[in-house]
């Protein structure tokens, strides 16, 4: 009996790993190869498949997402003849799992090799300076190369970053020390901008002002102006309400004299030509006194005559006067 009931147990055991053989369970996002004596078969998608046990073999699983490499800093030789090192992640992704396995022997290794020597190209033809702002014209150009040349591994290239480009030591002091000459010459055109914008603003105050004090001062001369009308107006006005006669314009003709000669700077006397006139009357008033004044008996009949003779002589020697130092 224990002979029957290890071979059973033989059998069991050799079903149960034909089973397991059998069924192939495959995750979601991979695929799987299948060899039959060595030799390509078919290729198991996602899901639950069917395998002949000890006849066909899975040669290799493979991850269908996407996947993220980062590579080692590369020195890369510029134009300019400086040294860079660059670090560089590449965004792949299987899309034929029979071409990865057996057009290539390792995807991987392939794709740095191929970045590399790209990268090496690019920047072969750029400057320094050039490599520095152009990130995105080197990521395009890499990732077009990339893709064209594993296309037929089965590969894309979906993106390519880089993530830090080095340049020597020497470099990296003479660019700290130029953004630094870069950020003193924004700071004293900003601070050139302020005083100009301030001293803009204080001349435009002053203009404000000026033009405000000289309004005030153009409405006070014109109030001034209008007052002193108005009481010359008023004056005349009385004047004529009362008929004054040609004494009292005389009189008033000669208390003005003195204010006229007032100042150092009244040089030279106008006389107006109604001062003849004012004279005139101003001899006939004194000309009617007679002897109670202690006159010389002027007659008025004669004002017309002598006393305007004598009225134009006395006015014409007040013109000829010289001036009052």
Same mark, same amino acid.
């Given at each position: 009996?224990?002979?029957?009931?290890?071979?059973?147990?033989?059998?069991?055991?050799?079903?149960?790993?034909?089973?397991?053989?059998?069924?192939?369970?495959?995750?979601?996002?991979?695929?799987?190869?299948?060899?039959?004596?060595?030799?390509?078969?078919?290729?198991?998608?996602?899901?639950?498949?069917?395998?002949?046990?000890?006849?066909?073999?899975?040669?290799?699983?493979?991850?269908?997402?996407?996947?993220?490499?980062?590579?080692?800093?590369?020195?890369?030789?510029?134009?300019?003849?400086?040294?860079?090192?660059?670090?560089?992640?590449?965004?792949?992704?299987?899309?034929?799992?029979?071409?990865?396995?057996?057009?290539?022997?390792?995807?991987?290794?392939?794709?740095?090799?191929?970045?590399?020597?790209?990268?090496?190209?690019?920047?072969?033809?750029?400057?320094?300076?050039?490599?520095?702002?152009?990130?995105?014209?080197?990521?395009?150009?890499?990732?077009?190369?990339?893709?064209?040349?594993?296309?037929?591994?089965?590969?894309?290239?979906?993106?390519?970053?880089?993530?830090?480009?080095?340049?020597?030591?020497?470099?990296?002091?003479?660019?700290?020390?130029?953004? +630094? !000459?870069?950020? &003193?010459?924004? @700071? *004293?055109? $900003?601070? =050139? #901008? /302020?005083?100009? %914008?301030?001293?803009?603003?204080?001349?435009?105050?002053?203009?404000?002002?000026?033009?405000? +004090? !000289?309004?005030? &001062?153009?409405? @006070? *001369?014109? $109030?001034? =102006? #209008? /007052?002193?009308? %108005?009481?010359?107006?008023?004056?005349?006005?009385?004047?004529?309400?009362?008929?004054?006669?040609?004494?009292?314009?005389?009189?008033?003709?000669?208390?003005?004299?003195?204010?006229?000669?007032?100042?150092?700077?009244?040089?030279?006397?106008?006389?107006?030509?109604?001062?003849?006139?004012?004279?005139?009357?101003?001899?006939?008033?004194?000309?009617?006194?007679?002897?109670?004044?202690?006159?010389?008996?002027?007659?008025?009949?004669?004002?017309?005559?002598?006393?305007?003779?004598?009225?134009?002589?006395?006015?014409?020697?007040?013109?000829?006067?010289?001036?009052?130092?």
């Amino acid at each position: 009996m224990q002979p029957i009931i290890i071979v059973l147990i033989i059998l069991v055991v050799l079903v149960f790993i034909a089973l397991v053989k059998t069924i192939q369970v495959i995750p979601q996002a991979s695929a799987a190869i299948v060899e039959r004596f060595g030799r390509y078969t078919r290729t198991l998608n996602a899901g639950l498949n069917i395998v002949v046990p000890f006849i066909d073999s899975i040669r290799n699983r493979i991850d269908l997402r996407e996947q993220v490499v980062p590579f080692p800093p590369q020195p890369v030789i510029t134009q300019d003849n400086l040294v860079v090192n660059i670090d560089t992640v590449i965004y792949y992704q299987v899309t034929d799992a029979r071409a990865a396995t057996y057009e290539v022997a390792s995807y991987i290794q392939a794709i740095e090799q191929l970045t590399v020597t790209t990268l090496r190209n690019i920047i072969g033809g750029m400057d320094l300076e050039r490599t520095l702002t152009s990130r995105e014209e080197i990521n395009a150009a890499l990732r077009g190369v990339l893709d064209e040349a594993t296309g037929k591994w089965g590969i894309r290239v979906n993106r390519v970053e880089l993530k830090a480009i080095e340049p020597p030591t020497s470099i990296q002091d003479s660019m700290e020390k130029q953004m +630094r !000459a870069d950020r &003193d010459k924004r @700071a *004293a055109i $900003l601070q =050139a #901008e /302020g005083v100009r %914008q301030s001293e803009i603003l204080r001349a435009e105050g002053e203009k404000q002002s000026s033009i405000l +004090r !000289a309004e005030g &001062d153009a409405k @006070a *001369a014109a $109030l001034r =102006a #209008e /007052g002193e009308a %108005q009481a010359i107006r008023t004056v005349f006005e009385s004047i004529h309400a009362g008929d004054a006669d040609q004494k009292l314009l005389a009189y008033q003709y000669l208390q003005m004299l003195p204010k006229i000669a007032e100042g150092d700077a009244n040089k030279l006397w106008i006389v107006p030509s109604e001062i003849g006139d004012a004279l005139k009357g101003l001899s006939g008033a004194m000309g009617n006194f007679g002897p109670m004044g202690g006159g010389s008996g002027f007659n008025p009949a004669n004002a017309g005559k002598d006393g305007a003779s004598a009225a134009d002589k006395a006015a014409a020697d007040r013109r000829e006067q010289p001036p009052i130092d």
